[in-house]
């Protein structure tokens, strides 16, 4: 499929992820999957209701914060969408700074997840848990968070860097559509 659209020789090889899947559609599955938890986000918050789930607290100021940012990360997705479909770089590197942060912001509540974990707030006192004790609980809890939060973290820095690749990659195929005289001028206008 990749291989067809570069076929006319205007374009190079196109990078392809595991000799197969081109970073462009890699990119595109990355914003569907995105704009899905976006608006998953967005529908279940709630300006009244405080949310109350194994020792996390969401108020309803922080519901419609992170509510408001999953309408931003919507607003870019398809600034992205648009500005790969027109080889723009500026929408993708909109994204890819949306992306960045959220995944700063990820990583921090996982890493708030992670802490709490530690504290056994999960593990409930049920019949086993008093028969056996809580430290088996406990220490199945906390491996089982630490490996999925460490496959969400690589997943979110991995998903960061194929947008990052479409950007250059777009980068690359707009600056090399230039012509000499245009090239002269960008030259020029940088030494200044």
């Known amino acids: 499929m990749a291989r067809a659209l570069y076929a ?9 992820f595991v000799g197969h899947i081109t970073y462009e559609s890699l990119m595109l599955f990355i914003c569907g999957v995105h704009a899905l938890i976006c608006v998953l986000v967005v529908s279940v918050a709630s300006p009244i209701v405080t949310i109350h789930y ?3 607290t969401l108020t309803p100021t922080a519901q419609i914060s992170i509510a408001s ?3 931003v990360s919507i607003f870019s997705i398809m600034g992205a969408i648009v500005g790969w479909a027109h080889s723009r770089v500026f929408p993708l590197a909109c994204y890819l700074a949306n992306l ?13 997840v992670f802490l709490k974990s530690e504290n056994c707030a999960y593990a409930s006192q049920d019949l086993q848990s008093q028969r056996i004790g ?10 089982a ?18 947008v990052m690749r479409v950007k250059d990659s777009v980068k690359e195929t707009a600056e090399g559509a230039l012509s000499e005289s245009s090239k002269l001028l960008l030259r020029q206008k940088h030494m200044t």
Request: proline residues 2%; neutral net charge.
């Open 8 to 16: 006319n020789g205007a374009h190079s090889t196109p990078k392809l």
């Open 69 to 71: 940012w999953g309408l």
């Open 100 to 112: 960045a942060v959220t995944s700063v912001l990820f990583i921090i509540l996982l890493v708030e």
């Open 134 to 143: 809580l430290s088996l609980t406990c220490g199945l809890v906390g491996a």
């Open 54 to 56: 194994a020792g996390f």
């Open 145 to 162: 968070m630490t490996l999925a939060s460490g496959a969400v973290v690589s997943m979110v820095l991995f998903a960061c860097f194929c």
